[in-house]
């Protein structure tokens, strides 16, 4: 019996989340016994042809050829995991949704009618089908390696559907923001981190998105008696995740 095969795709991205499933280490090295790894140029420059029983795709989409390219990889893919805030949400260079590229490549380039871009950054679901998505920037590796094994074994991923302030209760954490008046987008993010920055005394910066249906207006009011001005807000939300609509809304209403 053939082993199952794995790819890894790249977009614009930093390749952080590729290095995650690098950084598993002692697990990968079980994890290559069960798969077979077809395609991953982060690791290795051997690459087999398709079809693909897993594909991770890893950027936003934000080229025309990116846009022809995703629909090659869903086609050759069984099962397609997002992971991370850009193939998810678009990522930080989402922030050229508020403007104008155009202009940006004007006061950059020379001659940028040679430059062939998008005018948007955006998801990898805006354009294919996905099955599942691990958020974050970049992914946890213990979501990545969860989502692996329940794929092998034929069952549905175990991922969190709830916010970072259920984390922290978990861990036995104290809120940042009612002990010291921190601010933090805990309330209104995905779980999945383990409340990484609260465990360390500092308010959640939203890498994981916006979790689903995030009470954003019950939670502005704390932000601004935490100091934060309408600006800072609007920064906050506009970072890891700018393209996600549930922060998209906060950011650009705030934008100068």
């Given amino acids: 019996m053939s082993l199952p095969t794995l790819a890894v795709w790249k977009f614009a991205s930093c390749d952080g989340c590729q290095l995650t499933l690098l950084d598993c280490e002692d697990e990968l090295l079980a994890l290559a016994g069960r798969v077979r790894i077809a395609s991953f140029t982060e690791a290795s420059s051997a690459v087999l042809p398709g079809p693909y029983d897993v594909s991770l795709v890893e950027g936003s989409i934000t080229t025309p050829a990116d846009e022809r390219r995703i629909l090659d990889v869903r086609a050759q893919s069984r099962i397609l995991v997002t992971i991370g805030a850009c193939a998810t949400a678009g990522g930080i260079q989402a922030l050229r949704n508020f403007g104008d590229v155009a202009e940006f490549a004007a006061s950059i380039y020379a001659s940028p009618e040679y430059l062939s871009t998008l005018g948007t950054s955006t998801p990898i679901s805006a354009h294919v089908p996905v099955d599942f998505e691990l958020r974050g920037c970049p992914i946890d590796r213990r979501q990545l390696l969860e989502t692996l094994t ?31 008046g921190t601010p933090c987008l805990g309330p209104v993010t995905h779980a999945g981190c ?26 502005l ?36």
């Fill in 150 to 180: 329940a794929v092998l074994a034929g069952r549905k991923p175990d991922l969190p559907d709830t916010s970072v302030c259920t984390e922290c209760k978990r861990r036995g954490l104290t809120c940042v923001t009612v002990a010291h």
């Fill in 194 to 219: 383990g409340a990484l920055c609260p465990s360390c005394s500092r308010g959640c910066f939203g890498c994981f998105g916006p979790m689903t249906a995030p009470n954003t207006a019950a939670l």
């Fill in 221 to 256: 009011p704390i932000l601004r008696t935490c100091g934060m001005t309408e600006a800072a807000v609007g920064r906050v939300f506009a970072t890891f995740n700018a393209a996600a609509p549930d922060f998209a809304a906060v950011a650009g209403e705030r934008r100068p």
